[in-house]
């Protein structure tokens, strides 16, 4: 599609017109014939020369290829760009902050894959998650791991392939062998800090109670709360194990209630696949999508063509002149020999 940048440059068209009707003629004084002894010339051939004046007239061909080109030149000032298809981009409209426990109680092997085959914890944990990731389209996606401290794995981004890469890479014991959940969900809050994003998410998984934070989970849910982050707090423990390993689902609990964020308990992958369900469920999307048309300027075509214009007339001109003033040939005439 066509479209002008500055179409106001249309109000130039009148112009050479109101140049034409509103200023005066070019006038210029020359002698029209130079000849040796004039004054002699004219007394022998008995007529008195007079002043006079010869208005050059523009041929219509001219007229008209003059024409062309200040339209064409009009064309070009007012910058015609022609607009491509119309694109599509799908904005994040929230910030999901996944939090992972990598303590040594995850390569308990009390979970069964999908073929049957039984694995730890964090195997069965990557593979809902990986699933769970490459359906958040239209979210920004960050993960966390912990242990003895909390590290930031991948910063929010919309690149969930990277994320998904990055869990899969990850493995038990690799943050350290105990649980600093408060401190997970610490440096989660401080990670929101530079969003600008109104939804934000954290979905927390663990399987063991917090045993080396500085910060207690309760009061970090507190500070998130302030925040406005959301916390889903997901149990893979098993509730009846006993000292560093023992599932504390209370302070699980209380993490969601005090942020407005559910409780879960999986103890087999077919629940913590049912969780992630849930979560799609409570955690609806809402993509914003920015439409653009891209412009491409095409000024050069009527520029170009103004000038290709001219030139072809200017060749004309000159050929036609160049044949006016061409000698006619000397024909021969026949006589009889003296």
């Known amino acids: 599609m066509l479209s002008f940048a500055y179409p106001w440059i249309v109000l130039l068209l009148p112009l050479p017109l109101a140049v034409w ?58 910058r015609p760009q022609w607009l491509e298809p119309p694109l599509h981009r799908d904005l994040p409209t929230r910030d999901l902050l996944v939090l992972v ?23 069965a944990v990557k593979q809902v998650l990986d699933d769970f990731l490459s359906r958040r389209k239209g979210d920004r996606v960050g993960v966390v791991v912990f242990g003895d401290a909390p590290f930031a794995l991948v910063p929010f981004t ?20 105990r649980t600093a ?4 969900i610490g440096l989660g809050i401080g990670l929101f800090n530079r969003s600008t994003i ?59 209630s005090a942020t407005g964020g559910s409780f879960f ?9 049912d969780i992630y369900r849930q979560l799609d469920q409570i955690e609806t999307r809402r993509i914003d999508t920015v439409g653009f048309r891209p412009r491409r300027d095409i ?8 000038l290709l214009l ?13 044949r006016s003033f061409s000698p006619s040939p000397v024909q021969p005439v026949a006589g009889v020999m003296p």
């Not at 008195?48 to 050059?56: I, K, L, N």
């Open 198 to 256: 109104k939804t934000k998410t954290i979905i927390a998984l663990t399987d063991g109670n917090d045993t080396t934070s500085k910060v207690p989970p309760a009061e970090a849910a507190r500070v998130a709360k302030d925040k406005g982050i959301v916390i889903h707090t997901v149990a893979v423990g098993d509730p009846r194990a006993a000292g560093e390993d023992k599932l504390d689902e209370a302070a699980l609990r209380d993490v969601a």
């Open 21 to 78: 009707f509103g200023l005066p003629a070019h006038a210029e004084q020359r002698p029209g014939l130079r000849v040796p002894f004039f004054d002699r010339l004219a007394r022998l051939s008995g007529q008195e020369p007079v002043s006079g004046g010869v208005v050059a007239r523009r041929g219509a061909v001219r007229l008209i290829v003059a024409g062309l080109c200040w339209l064409l030149a009009l064309a070009a000032l007012a």
């Open 101 to 123: 426990d990598l303590s040594g109680s995850m390569d308990t092997a009390d979970f069964v894959d999908a073929s049957g085959k039984t694995v730890d914890r964090l195997t």
């Open 181 to 184: 959940f408060g401190d997970a």
């Open 158 to 177: 919309t690149d969930l392939d990277l994320c998904r890469a990055m869990l899969r890479d990850t493995a038990v014991g690799m943050a350290g062998p």
């Open 299 to 306: 000024y050069w075509v009527p520029l170009g063509a103004g």
């Open 310 to 322: 001219a030139l072809i007339a200017q060749a004309a001109l000159l050929l036609r002149r160049r």
């Open 265 to 273: 308990r999986a103890l087999d992958r077919v629940q913590l696949a």
